[in-house]
């Protein structure tokens, strides 16, 4: 038995494949490397639902039914986003999308995927208390986003590092939120209800939880000479460093070389760079004096961090833009789940009293 499924096979894919020894990331046939930067978003949505959606046949199609289905989402939203009220960004966003009605008539993979980044910029706006802005069919995905939620045009290279970025954490073999979303849709619950259970696994920060962390964390060390004696005392207090180790990879996340050079891209980030650079070794380091059974590695939510810091995305939405890349993945898994048409249900093994034998 291998608690926590350890190295347990779940599933069939041809969606993605991670090789946790040697640090490779392969979606259907691409190596993650020749797909971020490279391909768009839509490109690699396309990619990815491949054999499995109508609208996947062209790109071009692709995108544009895509940008379609943004202003359907933001119909759909306007009326019901005050019942957001009071919660924190990404319990919003689970708020909006479990309220996608299971009778729209619009192909529901096409409209889930449409309505996280709108869903999104609504929100924020609206906490700001600024009026939402509706989509424009006619932008990218990454670039509509950044509009809607800026209420100004995005520089064309930040458009491009966000979309690198959402294609670079489309898809990541049987993660926990695919994982759920499998499941939920393994049932017959719907595309709606399997996106939205996958987001509450998301939002967990042993997940996609941990980039504001690993922000807080650069801030909290301030300084270099600061580096060494807070991430050693954090240790001694059994704390976890934020941005490193996984649970497939013994390496390095490949993702995280990927995103660096995402963020070494932009303008003006050359000394928070230096900055991370030096607290990334020194957490290495000491992980491996301290964690000497484990090899324990960057992964993707460092640099992840750090491109979405150099974008001026507030923290608070991290989780909520992780979605907004991720739901690209969980829409192509529960269309490969529903044609496989079994039912998850693994077993537990018992470990509680037994009944009294009767007297
Ligand atoms: N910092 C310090 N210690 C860590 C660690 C980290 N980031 N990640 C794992 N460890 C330690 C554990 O405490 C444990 O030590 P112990 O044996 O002395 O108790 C050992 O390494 C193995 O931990 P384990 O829980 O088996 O690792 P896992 O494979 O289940 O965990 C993560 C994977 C991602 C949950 C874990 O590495 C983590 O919590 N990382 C920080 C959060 C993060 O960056 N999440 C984003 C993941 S993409």
């Known amino acids: 038995m291998q608690l926590g499924l350890e190295g347990v ?3 069939e894919t041809s969606l993605s494949h991670v090789d946790g020894e040697i640090g490779r990331l392969i979606l259907r046939g691409h190596e993650i490397e020749e797909l ?12 990815l639902w491949q054999g499995l959606a109508e609208e996947a046949r062209d790109p071009a199609v692709l995108a544009t039914a895509l940008g379609a289905a943004r202003c359907r989402a933001y119909a759909i939203a306007a009326p019901r986003i005050d019942a957001a009220e009071g919660l924190a960004p990404v319990e919003q966003l689970r708020l909006l999308l479990s309220a996608l009605p299971d009778a729209e008539t619009l192909p529901h993979h096409l409209l889930a995927v449409a309505a996280v980044p709108v869903f999104v910029a609504m929100l924020a706006r609206r906490a700001t208390g600024a009026t939402s802005i509706a989509p424009d069919p006619a932008l990218g995905h990454a670039a509509d986003f950044l509009r809607m939620l800026r209420g100004a045009p995005a520089e064309p290279a930040e458009a491009k590092a966000l979309d690198a970025y959402l294609v670079t954490i489309a898809d990541h073999g049987l993660n926990a939120s ?12 719907g595309t709606f209800s399997a996106v939205a259970a996958a987001l509450c696994a998301l939002k967990g920060p042993l997940h996609g939880g941990a980039p504001g ?5 650069l801030d909290a060390i301030g300084t270099e000479a600061n580096i060494e004696p807070w991430l ?8 976890r460093l934020m941005g490193f180790g996984h649970r497939v990879y013994r390496v390095r996340d490949p993702r995280a070389e990927v995103l660096k050079k995402v963020v070494t891209g932009l303008r003006g980030r050359a000394n928070r760079i230096r900055f991370a650079e030096a607290v990334e070794a020194t957490a290495l380091r000491l992980l491996a004096e301290r964690k000497r059974g484990r090899r324990l590695d960057t992964n993707v939510e460092f640099y992840t961090a750090l491109v979405l810091e150099a974008l001026q995305l507030p923290r608070a939405l991290f989780t909520s833009i992780f979605a907004i890349g991720r739901v690209a993945g969980w829409t ?11 039912l998850i249900r693994p077993q537990s093994v018992y470990v509680g009293p037994l009944p009294q034998a009767a007297a």
């Open 178 to 189: 695919t994982f759920t979303a499998r499941i939920v849709a393994s049932t017959r619950a």
């Open 332 to 342: 192509a898994h529960i269309l490969e789940q529903e044609r496989s048409g079994r």
């Open 36 to 47: 971020a930067g490279r391909a768009s978003f839509e490109e690699v949505l396309a990619l």
């Open 232 to 239: 050693a005392g954090a240790l001694d207090e059994g704390e």
């Open 213 to 217: 962390p690993v922000l807080d964390m």
């Open 9 to 11: 096979v779940a599933a």
